[in-house]
């Protein structure tokens, strides 16, 4: 079972380049969300889609947007990379966003910018 | 300010022997509180869930307890194993669910 996958696993963006993080889930998961992750922090919320065709902000959202035009797709999109944005990026997927939903984690990728 | 707290921050232990990780939250309002397993290079896996009426639950090796009263977690590893090595991350749930608010984590080292 494929779960949730992300590509790339590695990337290395130069100031001001542009690049889109790819997510997909097989499970039919409405909720998805995307996740940096950077040392000493927890993981925090960047945006979020509870169904295709709907997406929000999250706590992070300034320099990122996303779209959902089909359920098992949730791209993320840096739109001029800082090198703030070094981290490492984790999608995840959920069959609702209900409270005892268990959320599923791709293995990350992890971006550096220089 | 919601906030998870989680200590140690970081544990080396022999393998075989027990180990306990604790998670403070301040987090409201409570709705459920995960623990995740990450392995280094991959991401978070569920290991448990709590509920707020919920004190004990255990996952083969993994117990978890939940104080709501006091707003404390913790999780139990008995016999540990080599494979344990990773860090292991307090998630506090809130409200309809949609709110999740992480620990930065305790990476544990399991070494013979």
């Known amino acids: 079972n494929a779960g949730v996958t992300q590509t790339p696993k590695f990337q290395v963006l130069k100031t001001g380049q542009s690049m889109t993080l790819q997510c997909a889930q097989d499970m039919n998961h409405e909720y998805m969300s995307w996740y940096r992750q950077d040392p000493g922090m927890g993981l925090r919320l960047i945006h979020y889609s509870v169904g295709a065709g709907i997406t929000d902000q999250g706590e992070v959202p300034n320099g990122y947007n996303v779209s959902r035009s089909t359920t098992e797709d949730f791209p993320l999109r840096l739109l001029s990379a800082a090198p703030s944005q070094t981290s490492v990026y984790f999608c995840?997927?959920?069959?609702?966003?209900?409270?005892?939903?268990?959320?599923?984690f791709g293995q990350g990728t992890r971006l550096t910018v220089v | 300010k919601n906030q998870v707290e989680q200590s140690p921050q970081s544990l080396i232990i022999l393998e075989g022997k027990n180990c306990t990780l604790q998670c403070n939250y301040t987090v409201s309002p409570f709705s459920n509180l995960r623990w995740y397993k990450q392995d280094t290079g991959r991401g978070p896996v569920s290991l448990t869930i709590m509920t707020f009426s919920e004190n004990t639950k255990s996952n083969g090796r993994y117990t978890a307890t939940l104080d709501a009263d006091t707003k404390q977690s913790s999780l139990h590893i008995t016999a540990s194993q080599l494979s344990d090595s990773a860090s292991y991350i307090c998630v506090v749930i809130t409200g309809g669910g949609n709110k999740l608010t992480f620990g930065t984590g305790t990476q544990l080292k399991v070494e013979l």
């Open positions: 995840a997927s959920s069959y609702s966003e209900g409270a005892g939903t268990e959320a599923f």
